[in-house]
């Protein structure tokens, strides 16, 4: 029988993987299928472009979103620290990685608690939906949000890195009224996300039939989590088993047009292969609110809370300008009217 590792080694092992080993998946997360209208007389002036935008109570400077990386452990931690100084000299929102190490060792609480140096961010507390169904329930997601003083709560989906990893969660029978119950009794707002394998219609109806807040969805085209969960394998099986899955899953774009057709109103995050801020500028034309990153900003976390603010700022003013070039003014003028579809052959429809 495989041996199961403690959740701190595997937060070591991943974050070790995701900065030394290609773990992308072998998809692309289909922005690649649409560009931007290009307006050669905008009517702008590109230093008045808005890119802020309020949510959940919160202001950001951008949409832009440090998606939930990690913690749990004293490097993870650091690079928690780096990534919120960043977040809020930006006006970035950022998520935590799950809190699941930190409700089951309150010593290592202290690696997620980034309030002390991002103090007006908009964050996000983070558990695994599957927990509850082993045993987590209100009470700990309450205690996930108060342990970091969090604006809302991401219920993770990941059930494709539980089946090929030693000793995974894999009882994801009855899941949907558990996170129904939570999204009604909870303080904050609960949004769902999925890890990198994207949200199908079928799944954003049944969450927003559940009443959450949002769907960060989280498509196929960036880092995934069954190539990690091979790189760690305890076994030639399990590394075997992991490898077969490298292009499962939904891309970016397909998943975020699935929610809007599924979920009309419902606001929606977008990660997944996100690159630099023209991806993140055709997601939000594409219908959502947010773009996330993890894997650029992890590896500048790796060197310095600088970097990270040097990517970010990047970020930003790629979305300014593809903002300005598109003859978008505001988040609010930056719609799918703006793109087009490239046909199979490349051309424009």
């Not at 606001?267 to 959502?288: E, W």
Request: proline share 3%; aromatic share 4%; charged share 25%.
């Amino acid at each position: 029988m495989s041996k199961v590792a403690p959740i701190t080694e595997r937060k070591d092992d991943h974050i070790k993987i995701n900065l030394e080993q290609d773990v992308r998946s072998a998809l692309a997360n289909g922005l690649e299928k649409f560009h931007f209208v290009h307006e050669a007389l905008p009517e702008l002036d590109l230093d008045k472009v808005d890119t802020s935008l309020s949510l959940f109570g919160k202001k950001l400077q951008a949409p832009i979103l440090v998606s939930s990386m990690t913690g749990g452990t004293e490097d993870a931690g650091d690079i928690n620290m780096r990534l919120a100084r960043a977040a809020q000299q930006c006006g970035a929102a950022m998520g935590v990685g799950s809190q699941r190490a930190a409700l089951e060792r309150p010593n290592m609480a202290a690696t997620f608690q980034v309030r002390q140096v991002a103090p007006d961010i908009l964050l996000f507390a983070n558990l695994g939906a599957v927990q509850l169904n082993y045993g987590y329930g209100l009470e700990e997601c309450q205690r996930a949000v108060e342990m970091i003083e969090a604006d809302a709560l991401y219920l993770h989906l990941n059930p494709l890195q539980e089946a090929v990893q030693a000793g995974g969660d894999t009882n994801w029978k009855g899941l949907a009224k558990k996170i129904e119950a939570v999204c009604k009794k909870l303080a904050v707002p609960v949004i769902v996300k999925e890890v990198g394998w994207g949200i199908s219609e079928r799944t954003a109806k049944i969450l927003a039939e559940c009443g959450v807040a949002a769907i960060d969805v989280a498509g196929a085209g960036g880092t995934s989590w069954s190539q990690v969960e091979m790189h760690r394998a305890p076994d030639e099986f399990l590394r075997n088993l992991a490898a077969t899955f490298v292009g499962w899953g939904i891309p970016t774009a397909e998943s975020i047009l699935n929610v809007r057709k599924a979920a009309p109103g419902l606001i929606i995050f977008a990660s997944g292969g996100l690159k630099d801020g023209l991806d993140v500028a055709k997601c939000l034309a594409l219908g959502a609110k947010l773009g996330g990153m993890a894997g650029p900003f992890l590896k500048a976390a790796a060197i310095s809370t600088e970097n990270v603010v040097e990517t970010i700022r990047l970020t930003r003013r790629q979305i300014e300008i593809t903002m300005f070039c598109a003859g978008a003014g505001n988040l609010d003028e930056l719609d799918s009217g703006k793109l087009a579809e490239k046909s199979p052959s490349g051309e424009t429809k």
